[in-house]
């Protein structure tokens, strides 16, 4: 409900600190002691598996092939977790979690990690009792199963999902000290489904239709309005992502993928698309979703998602605990209007910057990973990354967006971030000048 | 022998057309999947109303005084029993003159633009915890106190399709249309080097000591 900085602003106490409670104890913040000793099912302290010694899983038998017919992580990689930040909303149906940056690699985020934002919790929907109905200005209003939908052409595209509100708790100044809450309302997955425009062309849209509207069936009904023009352009009704049918959270057993504009619009468990002459101006195109400018008139229909970045390592969660020496900056940059051309890297505060290595493939609308070798000098530095998109936009500073915006309009903060690394290898988010 | 070459050549023509026409049957404009919704079927999802020209609101009618029993029994509990909103939960009125300051409250009375997309929300996820549970009557009662305690609407009136059209909410005129972006543009080609004409100066440091770091939880 809140993507509100000012429920942030207020000097309200952080949630509860790392748990001293739990299996594997005393965890510092930020996660600075090394975990793999208190690790599962290994006495802590020991180093009896280590070299000369040959180690108690060479001298056992494993499981077997059925012990987990839907696999898991490994049980050392628990604490790779979504994430909410308790006192940012009222209650958890109405919330946000966060994808844990610091611990992705490539571009791909698991689909048990992808973040979620809902409006009115995650609905249960059984898929032979799912339907989408295409109706509104079309020349035959249709109704669809899940096996109709499946039964059309398909289209796979890996691309980005950004809630607008991804760094919204930024704009007035640096207070989530790490990468998951600055910038974890992101995820790039493979999405599976049929193009909107087949779908619209079974149903025959009307000349006089310009918008549709989009709706979902879970408790908020949530619904946004679309531009006729995108819907035909590159929109996917999908039922699938990475590989298997959408997650539950993530939209199951349908949602729509607006590729490069913010995730809001991009209704999850679809029921509905209705053709129409006009936006429907509802609640979260007016009310929400639209930002406040400094005379206090608020923009509507931003729905691009401009070019972002953010460096992953170092940053809070990932000090530098291994003192002077080489260390690989890397990070996400990511694009609603095409591909990344160039990600540049400082680590001087933006007096010198470095391009960094694109990985390939580098996609349109798609997250792209950069990496940067650095050699760390042991003193404090202050790390940014700076991404310049295909059309030449270049991402901008937190003063050169306050400027124009000021402070108040929620959504849409893209700014180049600051990790300060001290001396001691720990890192903070800062804002600097 | 020159009679099989032609044999050849229009063959591969034929072949020519039917790759041309075999693609084209691959993606028809249409693929006879799925089939016409009912009426009936549309009349039970069809829910939206317009939000600024109120199209789709249904019949019906209800009082502010009405709404205030409604409000009270189903609303009061989170959104405060004249809107103030309990806790964390939001608040549905006040805030007006707030939208230029350094705290901004948007509420129904000092931002939403159009009365029916009042209508509209209500109906299709409020109350939280029963979504679409409430009848169109009882919808406009409570729409019509919503409105009431935003001073949108006298204590004694009556509220239907037509009044709640009329209704010219306080920031009507609040929205920009058009989305002006890219509105921060750099200037020529990014500096790379001796980009700074001061050093770095930090004017944010408040994320050290809130201490909002993902933890190991593992929750």
Redesign the interface.
């Known amino acids: ?2 993507d ?1 900085p ?2 942030v602003e207020r000097p309200t106490p ?6 001293t409670t ?1 299996r ?1 104890g005393f ?1 510092a ?3 600075l002691v090394a ?1 793999a000793a208190s690790a599962p099912g290994l006495a802590f302290g020991k180093d009896e598996n280590l070299p000369p010694n040959v180690p108690e899983w060479t001298k056992s038998l494993g499981p077997g092939v059925t012990a987990s017919p839907y696999g898991a992580p490994s049980p050392f990689e ?2 790779v ?1 979504r ?1 909410h ?1 308790e ?1 940012l ?3 958890e ?2 919330s946000i979690n ?1 994808t ?1 940056l ?1 611990e992705l690699h490539g571009i791909v985020t698991p689909s048990g990690l992808c973040f979620e934002r809902h ?2 919790g995650v609905p249960e929907i059984d898929p032979a009792q799912h ?1 989408l ?3 509104g200005m079309v020349d ?6 899940m096996d ?1 939908i499946v ?3 398909s289209v796979s595209r890996i691309h980005f999902l950004e809630c607008p509100a991804n760094g919204g708790m930024e704009w007035k ?6 990468v ?2 600055t910038h974890g309302m992101v995820h790039c997955c493979e999405w599976t489904g049929v193009r909107l425009s ?1 779908l619209l ?2 149903a025959g849209v009307k000349p006089e239709a310009k918008w549709l ?1 989009a ?1 979902g069936a879970d ?3 949530m ?1 946004r309005s679309i531009p006729i023009d995108k819907a035909l352009d590159d929109c996917i009704v999908c039922y699938a992502q990475n590989g298997e049918r959408i997650r539950p959270e993530n939209g199951y057993p349908l949602r729509l993928m607006v590729p490069g504009w913010e995730g809001n619009v991009q209704i999850k468990w679809l ?2 698309v ?1 053709l ?1 002459d ?1 936006p ?4 979260e195109e ?2 929400k979703y ?1 930002d ?13 998602m ?1 070019a972002n970045s953010v460096v992953t390592s170092p940053c ?2 990932k000090p530098m605990k291994h003192g002077k020496g080489f260390h690989e900056i890397r990070g996400l940059a990511w694009s609603g209007r095409g591909r990344i051309k160039r990600v ?1 890297v400082s680590v ?7 391009a960094a290595e694109l990985q390939e493939p580098v996609l349109s609308k798609c997250l792209t990973r950069f990496r940067l070798p650095w050699s760390w000098d042991g003193g404090p530095a ?1 790390v940014q990354s ?1 991404a ?1 998109d295909e059309t030449g ?2 991402q ?1 500073t937190i003063d ?2 306050r ?3 000021g402070v ?1 309009s929620v959504y ?1 903060k893209n700014a180049i971030h600051t990790w ?1 690394v001290n001396s001691d290898g720990t890192v ?6 | 022998m020159s009679r099989s070459r032609n044999a050849l050549a229009l063959g591969l023509a034929a072949l020519a057309l039917l790759a041309a026409t075999g693609v084209a049957a691959q993606t028809p404009a249409r693929h006879g999947i799925g089939r016409a919704a009912t009426a009936a079927e549309i009349r039970g999802w069809d829910i939206d109303v317009r939000g600024d020209d109120g199209l789709g609101l249904p019949p019906g009618k209800g009082t502010v005084e009405q709404g205030e029993k409604l409000y009270l029994q189903q609303c009061a509990s989170c959104h405060g029993e004249f809107g103030e909103g309990n806790g964390r939960w939001p608040e549905l009125m006040g805030g007006h003159g707030s939208l230029t300051s350094e705290d901004p409250r948007r509420t129904i009375g000092s931002f939403w633009p159009y009365a029916p997309g009042v209508f509209d929300y209500v109906r299709r996820t409020m109350p939280f915890t029963a979504p679409q549970s409430l009848s169109d009557d009882e919808t406009y009662a409570i729409v019509a106190y919503m409105l009431n305690i935003n001073d949108l609407l006298p204590a004694g009136a009556e509220l239907d399709a037509a009044k709640l059209r009329a209704i010219r909410m306080p920031n009507r005129d609040g929205f920009l249309q058009g989305d002006p972006r890219p509105d921060v543009v750099a200037k020529g080609e990014p500096c790379m080097t001796n980009c700074r004409k001061e050093p770095v100066r930090v004017t944010s440091d408040l994320a050290r000591k809130l201490g909002v770091t993902p933890n190991n939880r593992g929750n």
């Open positions: 409900m809140n509100d000012r429920e952080p949630p509860a600190r790392p748990s739990g594997r965890l913040r930020g996660g975990a628990k604490t977790v994430r930040v006192w909303t009222a209650t149906q109405s966060f844990p610091h409006h009115g339907r109905i295409v109706h035959r209003p249709l109704i669809f199963t109709d039964r059309f052409p100044g640096a207070q989530m000290d790490g998951q809450f087949t062309a079974e509207l709706e408790a908020a009904a619904t029921r509905r209705k129409g006009r429907w101006h509802h609640r007016t009310s639209t406040l400018m400094p005379d206090g008139k608020a923009r509507q229909f931003t729905f691009m401009e809070p969660e540049d001087d505060g933006g007096n010198t910057w470095k202050f700076r310049i936009y270049v901008p050169q967006l400027a124009v915006r108040n849409h300060r903070n988010n800062v804002q600097i000048t």
